[in-house]
């Protein structure tokens, strides 16, 4: 069974700075998908970022990036030039196999402060 | 693009009532995922519908029931209410068979007293 863990409950950091958000997960799969979802106060849950396990390149969307270790089974999320809108709940999920569901992690709770 | 869409925001229930969930997916996505979220958790899978057809369960009991329409919106009802079925319940919609890339509607509360 697929797992996904993440060892960071709660993390601040200062607007404007960097910041990275910690992933590991346990699979025996060969072909997956690890996504990052935002999660912020108004509950609705938005997807940051998409890695396909086959791809070796890190994947970016403008001020977000991975670090994906395939064999180390870690996906990272950096933040840069940090946002007070960035303030939320981050959320690591796991989409592999066939039922086509996402497993998570607990989450992060990621506040930026001014 | 129409995004995805739940109905009702809210819901307070009593314990052994009987409630239905409404979601439209997105327009375009033809599958259809159930998440439950408890206070401080991830959200955990219920069950997923592609093309009317449940694809996929997780480990709820068979109280926890689903419908996909022709138009790809979908229903979860949940019968027998207890305390514990109190969370965040969300839909996503997808594209395709095992469609990961989901995108998620805004989720409906309920409260079961």
């Known amino acids: 069974a697929q797992t996904v863990t993440q060892s960071q409950p709660e993390m601040s950091v200062q607007e404007a700075e960097t910041v990275t958000l910690s992933c590991t997960y346990d699979?025996?799969?060969?072909?997956?998908?690890l996504f990052w979802y935002k999660q912020p106060p108004s509950r609705q849950m938005i997807l940051v970022i998409r890695?396909?396990?086959?791809?070796?390149q890190n994947a970016t969307e403008n001020r977000f990036s991975v670090n994906f270790q395939k064999a180390a089974k870690s996906f990272s999320l950096k933040i840069s030039d940090s946002q007070l809108g960035d303030t939320a709940m981050y959320f690591c999920?796991?989409?592999?196999?066939?039922?086509?569901?996402?497993?998570f992690g607990k989450g992060t709770k990621l506040s930026v402060k001014p | 693009e129409t995004g995805v869409t739940q109905s009702p925001t809210h819901l307070i229930k009593t314990r052994g009532q009987q409630v239905t969930l409404r979601c439209s997916s997105q327009?375009?996505?033809?599958?259809v995922s159930w998440y439950q979220q408890a206070l401080g958790q991830g959200p955990q899978f219920i069950f997923q519908?592609?093309?009317?057809?449940?694809?996929g369960r997780g480990n709820f009991p068979p109280r926890f029931s689903g419908l996909q329409f022709p138009n790809y919106s979908s229903e979860l009802n949940v019968n027998a209410l207890e305390l514990d079925d109190s969370a965040l319940y969300l839909c996503?919609?997808?594209?395709?068979?095992?469609?990961?890339?989901?995108?998620f509607g805004p989720g409906t509360r309920l409260t079961v007293t």
């Open positions: 996503a919609s997808s594209l395709g068979l095992a469609g990961y890339e989901q995108y």
């Open positions: 699979t025996s799969e060969s072909n997956y998908y």
């Open positions: 890695q396909e396990a086959y791809k070796q």
């Open positions: 999920a796991f989409g592999g196999g066939s039922q086509g569901n996402l497993i």
């Open positions: 327009s375009g996505h033809n599958t």
């Open positions: 519908y592609y093309r009317e057809e449940e694809n």
